[in-house]
C-alpha cells in the first residue's frame, strides 16, 4: 500500500528564513502529488500539485515544490517564509487510477516574529 | 471555483444518540466524495469513498454500520454517525472530487475539502 512520510513534524522559523519541508512516498507507478495547508482554525488548501510534465511546480503564496522521481520525493520550499505561513502542511499522494488520497501525518510550522 | 460545504460545522450530542452530517459540492458536480476523519494534531485518515448512487467503499478498520454514508445525488453526501460514542468525538473533513479527466495520457484527480465538523460526544 502506498504511504506518505512527512520527516518534520514541527519546524520553527523566523520570519525572512528559507523553509524546505520534505516529503517522500512509496509507490513506484505513477502519482498525482499535492501539498496543501490548513491554518489555524480554518479548513485544507490546496499549495500545490504535480500530475505530469515539469517537476519543479509552483504554487501560491511563493511555495514551490520539486518532484524528483528517483528519490521518490515531493519536498516543499519557500525562500522567505512569512509570520502569516504559520500552518500546519500536509504531504499528500494520489496513484494512478485509484480514486484515494493519502496523506501525510503533516508538519507544523511556527513563524516567529 | 470549486466550493465544498459542511453541514454544520460543529455539533454536540449525548451518547447514543445519531448525528448526520452533510456535505455539498456548492459549483460543481461530484461524482465521488470522501470522508475523512481528522484527531487532534494528526493527519487526515479517509474513512470511505462514496459514489453516488452506490454503495460507499469504507476503509479497513472503519465500521460500515457505525459510520453510515450515503450519497443520493451529485452535489451531496451525508454521513451518520450512529449510536455516537465519546471516542466518536472527531473533526469530520469531506472532500468531493471534481471529476478526473485525462491530460497527457495521465488521471488528474483533485479533490476540493469542506471546512469539516467538528463532533463532540457527551
Known amino acids: 500500500a502506498q504511504s506518505v512520510s512527512q520527516h518534520n513534524h514541527h519546524v520553527i522559523l523566523s520570519e525572512a528564513a528559507s523553509l524546505e519541508l520534505g516529503c517522500n512516498y512509496s509507490?513506484?507507478?505513477?502519482?498525482?502529488l499535492f501539498w496543501y495547508v490548513q491554518y489555524p482554525g480554518q479548513h485544507l488548501q490546496l499549495l500545490l500539485k504535480y500530475f505530469s510534465g515539469d517537476p519543479l511546480v509552483k504554487g501560491i503564496k511563493g511555495f514551490e515544490a520539486e518532484f524528483i522521481k528517483s528519490k521518490f520525493s515531493f519536498n516543499l520550499r519557500k525562500p522567505s517564509v512569512q509570520w502569516s505561513d504559520t500552518a500546519e502542511y500536509f504531504c499528500a499522494v494520489n496513484t494512478f487510477g485509484d480514486d484515494k488520497i493519502i496523506f501525510g501525518k503533516g508538519t507544523r510550522l511556527h513563524i516567529l516574529p | 471555483g470549486a466550493v465544498v460545504s459542511q453541514h454544520p460545522s460543529w455539533v454536540i450530542c449525548k451518547s447514543g444518540t445519531s448525528v448526520k452530517i452533510e456535505c455539498r459540492s456548492l459549483d460543481f458536480q461530484a461524482t465521488t466524495m470522501f470522508w475523512y476523519r481528522q484527531f487532534p494534531k494528526q493527519s487526515l485518515m479517509l474513512m470511505a469513498t462514496?459514489?453516488?448512487?452506490?454503495?460507499?467503499?469504507?476503509e479497513q478498520g472503519v465500521e460500515k454500520d457505525k459510520f453510515l454514508i450515503n450519497h443520493a445525488s451529485l452535489t451531496l453526501s451525508t454521513l451518520t454517525v450512529t449510536s455516537a460514542h465519546p471516542e466518536d468525538s472527531s473533526f469530520y473533513i469531506c472532500?468531493?472530487?471534481?471529476?478526473?479527466?485525462?491530460?497527457?495520457?495521465?488521471?488528474?484527480?483533485?479533490?476540493?475539502f469542506g471546512p469539516g465538523t467538528r463532533l463532540t460526544v457527551l
Open positions: 472532500s468531493a472530487r471534481k471529476g478526473a479527466r485525462r491530460l497527457a495520457g495521465e488521471l488528474y484527480n483533485e479533490q476540493f
Open positions: 462514496s459514489n453516488e448512487g452506490s454503495k460507499a467503499t469504507y
Open positions: 509507490y513506484g507507478g505513477t502519482v498525482n
